[in-house]
């Protein structure tokens, strides 16, 4: 039987700190099942107010509706150019996005935790030039809404909770051992991801999608898509969007079905990403999934992806090698790497 909607996962007990571990217990196991059949789910519980959420999305929508000439007032340019860019932060124009080779259809703002310039020495000084390797610059706010830049760095607070809340959550799922009073951040126990995402290298995106038969160019033409299919390359993805539904696609695990992840409201769509996928062995994939627009209305989706920290080893764990019967799928390597390769595949340059 192919399923016809997405588990919902209620993550309260986790953020909970006098909640038992038998309710713990029981939330982690609906984790492992979610993550094992479909690597999406609903995830409520979160705590953050629906009234929050509607603000962030209608920001986003607000920006998205000023006119060209100011949205590109924060414009993304490549690192090390004259106009001070960090090839990733800032605004991007439809098309300028691309997967798999196509253009999306889609204008986004791509924002990221900023840069620990204290902590890189082999960095080049670039307060004097005011240029900036890539992903180095400061995040570009926009000054329209004047809002948003507040009520975004608030939320962003909120989300990084329960990303944290979600990844313990995980470590459980995956019964690797408590934690003993002096684990080391490569230690494989139930707080391994803890650990290697507490500096986690946040993105967050901005996305604005017209809908699919509006030519933004004349070569325009019926196979173009939203966001084309991919699976996210990093740890999760806590994904708000508006009300639309149809659009956001989801790959089931039989190769051929996509389920529409219509929004459910009040909840984030939670998927995992290519890191968890590398940690776990491949007990837990990554999902492919993709967007297709045609509905009604200009659609808008804030995805937050909790990613792991900048200089976090990702290899897989022991335990989930053995468990999975499978050699390792990776020697592993840093999370920062792993990022800059994915960070220069994604534009046309
Ligand atoms: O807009 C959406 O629903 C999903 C976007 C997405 O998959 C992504 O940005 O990685
Ligand atoms: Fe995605």
Redesign the pocket.
Known sequence: MVANTLPIIDISFFLDPSATADARNKTATAINSACEEFGFFYLTGHGIPTTTLDEIISLARQFFALQLPDKNKIKRYEAGSQEGGDGARGYQGMGENVTGGRRDMHEAVDLYREWDHSKNEQEEDNSMTGRYATLQGPNLWPDQPSNLKPTYLAYIEQLKAVGKALVRAMGVALDLPPPTPKAEKAMEDSEVFVRNTDHSFWVM?L?G?PKLDTPFAKDANETEFS?GE?T?YGCV?L?L?DPTPG??QVLLKDGTTWLNANPVPGAF?VNIGDMIERWTNGLWLSTR?R?IHRGDGY?V?V?FFYEPNFDAVVKPLASCVERSGKPPIHHGNTYGEHLMGKVFSNFYS
């Open positions: 995106r996305i999608y966001c991919h996210d993805t994904l969007t659009a956001l769509v999934h967007v659609r989706s995805p």
